[in-house]
């Protein structure tokens, strides 16, 4: 087997389908591929999808739930050579997804690739789509400096994963504390544009602020020597607003788009400041809050 999709779903029926239709399409040519699917306590269809769709599916319990140690789990049942991690709101959007995610690894460029990530026209948050443009970008580097990483479309050798399994602990950010620790070793991770994902987040605004929150704790331990004061808040969600402004006025979209450029970047903004100004060590009813949106 040349590669096990590892996909973390929680309620995922809505855009599960078109996923996984994604998956069914991609140009394989002699590779081998499964999907296992990783499910913490879904109350919709989602499991129903995954077994229609051939899926092999994993389950942990909400109790034991951690982002990465339900990675963890899916690892640990995987077949492939590969491991490819993507969200169940993530379509790939290239027939040749998986190969090229896959070839840097094969080719030893890396040891922990990502690929390329935008939204949809109506469906994405605009400043969200302005994020996916920064962190994102249409040329790949391979590899890159640094340890920025997404698992929402991602690929590691399993080999590699046996001897450095996801940070449990963490209430996010497990691609990037995994990334950090491979660089520390020098090893490479790198970036691929031409393996694409229509990222799909449908949130709230009190979930955009809950996400933000719950990654500036698991950041705190990345990096230590970051710390945002109030000013920075200001200054940062004025700067995010203005740009934000300009791009949609240059698109003609201002009035349209002027309130939810707003929302999001209060939101993004505040959430990240209470997230890096909380104490690293949560209480499990504040777990809960992160991990299982109500």
Known sequence: MDASIVIRTYNEA????????GVQAQELGDLKAEVVLVDSGSTDDTREIA????????EIAKSDFTFGRSLNYGCDAALGRNLVFISGHCIPDSP?????????????????SYGRQY???????????????????????LPQDGFFCNNANAALPKAVWSEHPFDEEV??????VLAKRLVEQDMKIGYVADAPVIHLHEETWSKVKIRY????VALQDIMPEVHLRFRDLVRYTAAGVFHDWSEALSRKTFWREAGGIVMFRAMQYWGAY????????????????YFYPR
């Open 171 to 176: 209430t996010g950010l497990e691609d990037m």
């Open 14 to 21: 809505k855009w599960l389908p078109e996923a996984l239709r």
């Open 119 to 141: 939204g949809r026209p109506d469906v994405t948050k605009f400043s969200e789509e302005m994020l996916f443009r920064k962190y994102f970008p249409e040329a790949s580097a």
């Open 213 to 216: 929150e719950r990654e500036a």
């Open 96 to 112: 040749r997804w998986l190969a090229n995610l896959i070839r840097p690894l094969d080719e030893g460029l890396c040891v922990y």
């Open 51 to 58: 077994r229609a769709h051939g899926c092999r599916i994993v």
């Open 274 to 289: 209470q997230g890096n100004n909380n104490h690293r060590r949560l209480s499990q009813s504040r777990k809960d809050r």
